[in-house]
């Protein structure tokens, strides 16, 4: 019988094939009017945003308990249509460092945990009837940070360090309610294949900085590196600005050494895009084009 995981990893591959394979059918002819870049804008569409939620640790390197609390981020990511073919490739690039502050049960432990992120892609978008947008693609991406617990003496800190290669898929719907325009999208990212760091069990650090690095790197998929991350937000575009607002739901499970690392972070998400998305700016003739990256 399919875990719940499992059949989340088939669903995320058929859309993926479907979709590269729609892409590529509708990759525009020789000759088109994008070929040339000269005759058409590529804007870099930039979005800064806060997020704000909790979230629940389980790192047995340090304890066997849960630690739960609030967890800070400020990201950013930018992204533009590449010039080969502007109408369905897309390069994008995303940065993330967040702070946490997390406590036991009991609530008289606290643990702390820095992380970061970076992840440069490219995918591929496809329009379908109704003005639906879905879009798939790859990216590789570094993953790091620390869980420090403030009450070990001997093990007080776990270290996490990841080198990736991930699924993208997205999809986008444009609305309009009165004179405002808004954007619906849902962004699904899934690290498949990569390299990830883990001490031995009960290996401590003094020990590896001694010498003793055997066991140290693994190779990381979704049986013993499983991560998502999924964004659902809308964007309200005000033409020279946009604002977003959405929910981000970030699930991380690492098995390696008889060692668990297990992370769940439910975050509110608060944006600004400078320069707006294109919804409400009225399109221009040919030859001068704008191509925007996100719808």
């Not at 937000?233 to 977003?244: E, H, I, K, P």
């Not at 970030?250 to 972070?265: E, G, P, V």
Request: glycine fraction near 10%.
């Amino acid at each position: 019988m399919m875990t719940l995981k499992n059949k989340i990893t088939a669903i995320y591959i058929a859309i993926y094939l479907s979709l590269m394979a729609s892409a590529y059918a509708s990759k525009p002819a020789c000759g088109s009017i994008y070929e040339s870049d000269s005759l058409m804008s590529r804007p870099v569409t930039a979005s800064y945003s806060l997020e704000i939620g909790k979230k629940n640790v389980v790192a047995t390197y340090l304890s066997p308990l849960h630690y739960s609390g609030t967890d800070v981020s400020l990201a950013g990511n930018w992204s533009k249509a590449l010039p080969f073919s502007p109408e369905s490739a897309i390069m994008h690039f995303d940065a993330s460092v967040g702070f946490s502050s997390l406590l036991n049960p009991a609530k008289t432990a606290k643990m702390i945990g820095l992380d970061a992120a970076f992840n440069w892609g490219m995918s591929w978008r496809h329009r379908l009837p109704c003005r639906l947008q879905l879009s798939a693609g790859g990216s590789v991406g570094i993953e790091g940070g620390a869980y420090y617990l403030l009450r070990n003496g001997n093990n007080p800190v776990e270290a996490i360090a990841d080198v990736s290669i991930a699924a993208r898929f997205s999809g986008s719907y444009p609305l309009k309610i009165g004179k405002l325009h808004l954007l619906l999208q849902d962004v699904a990212s899934i690290p498949s294949l990569g390299v990830f760091f883990s001490p031995e069990y009960g290996e401590t650090y003094y020990e590896i900085y001694l010498g003793n690095r055997k066991g140290l790197t693994h190779l990381g998929w979704w049986g013993n590196n499983f991560r998502f991350d999924n964004l659902l937000s809308v964007t309200l575009d005000f033409g020279r600005t946009a604002l977003s607002a959405g929910y981000r739901l970030h699930a991380f499970n690492q098995w390696a050494n008889n060692l668990n690392t297990k992370i769940i972070k439910h975050s509110f998400v608060i944006g600004i895009i400078p320069g707006g998305i294109g919804l409400k700016k009225r399109p221009r003739k040919m030859p001068d084009e704008t191509v925007y990256s996100i719808y």
